[in-house]
């Protein structure tokens, strides 16, 4: 059988994860006391009963604890320390890659640049990393090191009470189509990304969109893809989690994505438009392709079934179609304060759920590591996975 005792042993990764979705309860509590921020409870219970619940009527629900995790993670201190705890946390479960995604341009509150709320996630991280590396488990025990990248987050629909960054914008622009707005915020943030990449050496890996799909298409964000595309910046795209395949079609054709976060609704005929004449050749075809490019999909089962009430059980959720047609597609946590989980409960989930082989568990942690945007070089990488791969082999060999 394979345990949670075996899935902790493991190394795994974690593509899809949210930092400002995925503070300590206690962290949360003592950030907002030092920074006047009101919360509806100062206790963990308190919070956990009335914000961070086990279950959501809906997305909009799932959201809602956010206003009070940014609201204290705007200035270089509590960003270092929310991102070098989210690294611990990984790594004292097994976790030995992960991408860290936000939105920075949420963070301005208090007057940072971009380069500085970059640096400050970025410092946390690294301070985590080289503390692992320098630790006896890794000298002793021959473990795989800890990396890490960094995922900036664009957001599909924004309003002038998100941060004052998205203010000044409305203002400088007072009478343009929000359509217009949301697309120059990207662009911005693309550039920003970049320059900080480049000038600053910063692992910034990947490019992201995120927030609400239906209504919010993906083509207002074209440019910034391209401009990221054009200057060698990996793409990801939230898309799949609230609207139907012609979400995740918009991803990979108009913002040449190389992963698709959620991709639930890949296998939704119903879900297509008025403009899709033949809905399941469409989504066959859709499926057929992503198959046959390896676009991986960022799987994350413990936030769809609290924001989706059509998916009653991890039975339903449609990973397993997803094992079943052999897609590339890895577990990850999405928001591990919101959701209450980790990598090795979202992991364990769908092993029972499925009732995965240890072949098909290898294959699903394997691809996180193999299809992750790992900020060194091709070599480097090669040489990262094949260790990852040896150790793990060494590890079920240990327990068989």
């Known amino acids: 059988m394979i345990t949670e005792a075996i899935i902790r042993a493991l190394p795994k990764t974690d593509l899809h994860l949210h930092l400002d979705g995925s503070l300590r309860e206690q962290t949360l509590i003592e950030l907002a006391r030092e920074r006047k921020v009101a919360l509806p409870s100062e206790t963990v219970e308190g919070l956990n009963e009335l914000v961070f619940r086990s279950s959501y009527a809906n997305l909009a629900e799932y959201l809602h604890g956010f206003q009070y995790t940014c609201a204290v993670l705007q200035d270089k201190e509590a960003l270092e320390r929310v991102a070098y705890e989210l690294a611990w946390d990984n790594i004292d479960e097994g976790v030995r890659y992960i991408e860290v995604r936000f939105a920075p341009q949420l963070h301005l509150h208090g007057g940072l640049s971009f380069r500085e709320v970059l640096a400050a996630v970025d410092r946390g991280l690294r301070r985590a990393r080289d503390e692992y590396a320098a630790s006896p488990e890794v000298n002793e025990q021959g473990q795989p090191p800890f990396h890490y990248g960094i995922i900036v987050c664009a957001l599909r629909f924004f309003t002038a009470g998100f941060s004052r960054w998205y203010s000044g914008l409305f203002d400088?622009?007072?009478?343009?189509?929000?359509?217009?707005?949301?697309?120059?915020?990207?662009?911005?943030?693309?550039r920003a990304s970049v320059r900080v990449?480049?000038?600053?050496?910063?692992p910034i890996v990947a490019f992201d969109l995120a927030g609400r799909e239906d209504g919010y298409p993906a083509s207002d964000h074209q440019q910034a893809y391209d401009y990221a595309h054009r200057h060698f910046m990996k793409k990801t795209v939230h898309a799949g989690e609230a609207y139907g395949p012609e979400s995740i079609f918009q991803a990979i054709t108009d913002l040449h994505a190389d992963r698709i976060g959620h991709g639930y609704h890949l296998f939704s005929p119903?879900?297509?438009?008025?403009?899709?004449?033949?809905?399941?050749d469409y989504v066959a075809r859709l499926s057929r392709y992503i198959a046959d490019q390896r676009i991986t999909i960022e799987v994350c089962m413990t936030s769809n079934l609290q924001?989706?009430?059509?998916?009653?059980t991890a039975r339903d959720h449609v990973f397993g179609r997803m094992l079943k047609e052999k897609l590339s597609a890895t577990l990850c946590t999405d928001n591990r304060l919101v959701s209450h989980t980790s990598v090795t409960r979202e992991v364990l989930?769908?092993?029972?759920?499925?009732?995965?082989?240890?072949?098909e568990l290898r294959q699903t942690i394997i691809y996180g590591f193999k299809r992750s945007f790992f900020p060194g070089p091709y070599t480097e990488r090669r040489r990262y996975v094949r260790q990852i791969i040896d150790y793990y082999d060494k590890v079920i060999a240990q327990l068989k």
């Open 172 to 190: 400088l622009f007072p009478g343009a189509p929000e359509e217009h707005l949301f697309g120059l915020a990207s662009l911005e943030l693309a």
């Open 349 to 359: 989930t769908a092993v029972e759920a499925f009732a995965m082989s240890l072949d």
């Open 197 to 202: 990449r480049d000038e600053e050496g910063l």
């Open 307 to 312: 924001t989706m009430p059509a998916v009653k």
């Open 270 to 280: 119903d879900l297509c438009g008025p403009a899709v004449n033949h809905p399941s």
